[in-house]
């Protein structure tokens, strides 16, 4: 691997990606201020039920083709037309199961009207994966950081927009209609992206144009599905862990109180920025090709990932647990101020998190994806269940607690089963060489 090349396309993703968050979370902020706890509360119910659902449109279809493409090469292009198939039928049926929760759920009628608007939202989601997956397979790093970019800075320049010509009208669904509007670009990049894709116009790094995809059978979507399975799990699962916490406050306590878990909670999401650039959108389709053709880079770049990412996990807590109570009056303002233990509480999963990545992408790789999900279903369901207890007896301090222990079990059973299942034939792979 070109060091100097490897370090210029990940500054590209890192800036992008900051850029990104930063934007991103410039929005939460402004958007708390405007709209108070409850308000908030009531939107990031919302996104977080809308962001929940939005894997099964597309189901671990933009993963499936990192791995699918860094295995095959140029011959994946077999799996492209049933993939759409595909597509287009689970991004239908997600529309669907939304509109039936808005209705069906026990929703207020703002709720019900911002859970209908953001089904524009879960097709920038989608979008926003399948292209992603793309240009990742294509290293086009710069264009994957302006579409990171773009639509953060869209919602941040209509929020401002919108506060400036008429503040005291803004409400949640103000909100989540400029959420709406923000996903058509995306959208509509997106869409002439897939049509390329489609045409056989795509240039693959790291592969020769030496494998005719007229060797292989042409999967069906029947097979695109089970084989996109696992990845779709996956993603569900991460999002079960990382924000079912916000959906069950609004409905066990009050939107008020999961407006304030949120502020926790987004600075929480830019904090794991880090592992998530280095692993998901830089390291990943080359994890996939050298767990099969370069061994002794795959367990290099594991060994190295882990303490690296454990001495940066465990700087970081310790910067965001002293922090928390001077950063949260002081960017949110002092009616979030309930939300300072409930991030210093969570801060405690950054190093766990941070791990997880470096370990847990080992089990992304050949046959262990299944694997991987069935760890990630046991953790999401021990939280959610947890969750729901401690919730119910600790409030705010309750859910945090249950996302630590969720983040530590899931940590735990990455690295055990890493170990018996991924390297179990490779030497010089001791718990004291690796972490």
């Known amino acids: ?30 958007t708390a201020r405007l709209l108070g706890p409850n308000e908030y509360g009531i939107l990031s119910a919302a996104l977080s039920a809308a962001t929940l659902i939005a894997p099964l449109a597309g189901f671990g279809i933009p993963q499936l ?27 239908s049926v997600t529309i669907g199961l939304i509109i039936a929760w808005a209705l ?70 103000t909100i989540a209609l400029i959420y709406a509007g923000a996903a058509i670009p995306t959208v509509l990049f997106g869409m002439s992206e897939m049509a390329r894709l489609k045409k056989g116009k795509f240039l693959l790094k790291g592969h020769e144009k030496n494998n005719s995809p007229s060797s292989y059978t042409t999967p069906t979507s029947t097979q695109v599905f089970f084989d996109s399975l ?15 916490n916000i959906i069950l406050i609004s409905y066990i306590a009050t939107p008020k109180e999961a407006g304030l878990y949120n502020v926790a909670f987004a600075i929480m999401t830019a904090v794991y920025l880090t592992p998530s650039v280095i692993y998901q959108k830089f390291l990943l389709p080359k994890i996939h090709r050298w767990s099969i053709h370069d061994r002794s880079k795959f367990i290099a770049i594991y060994k190295k ?76 369901t021990f939280n959610t269940i947890t969750s729901i207890i401690f919730i119910k007896q600790l409030g705010l301090t309750g859910a945090a607690i249950s996302t630590v222990l969720s983040d530590l079990l899931l940590l735990c059973l990455y690295y055990y089963f890493a170990q018996k299942k991924v390297f179990s034939h490779d030497k010089s792979n001791s718990l004291e060489t690796t972490i």
């Open 104 to 173: 069906l759920g026990p929703h207020n009628v703002e709720t019900t009207i911002i859970l209908f608007v953001l089904t524009f939202h879960i097709g920038h989601q989608l979008f926003t994966e399948i292209t992603s997956s793309k240009l990742q397979l294509e290293e086009r790093y710069q264009l994957l950081s302006l579409i990171q970019i773009i639509p953060h800075l869209l919602r941040l320049l209509a929020i401002l927009t919108v506060s400036f010509l008429a503040a005291s009208s803004i409400n949640a669904l």
């Open 1 to 30: 691997m070109n060091i100097k090349k490897s370090l210029k396309a990940l500054s590209s993703l890192w800036l992008g990606s900051i850029l990104a968050a930063f934007l991103a979370f410039i929005t939460q902020v402004i």
């Open 230 to 244: 696992p990845f779709g799990m996956a993603a569900t699962f991460h999002l079960i862990m990382f924000q079912v």
């Open 305 to 380: 990932g882990n303490i690296a990412m454990l001495i940066l996990g465990v700087m970081t807590m310790v910067a965001v647990a002293v922090l928390a109570p001077w950063g949260i009056p002081l960017i949110f303002g002092e009616k979030y101020q309930e939300a300072v233990p409930v991030l210093q509480v969570l801060s405690l999963c950054t190093p766990l998190r941070f791990l997880a990545s470096s370990v847990g992408v080992t089990l992304v790789t050949q046959e262990h994806m299944k694997l991987k999900v069935y760890l990630m279903g046991i953790a999401a």
């Open 65 to 91: 083709w990192l791995k699918i493409f860094g295995v095959e090469g140029y011959a994946g292009a077999r799996w492209i037309s049933a993939s759409f198939k595909f597509i287009k039928i689970s991004f």
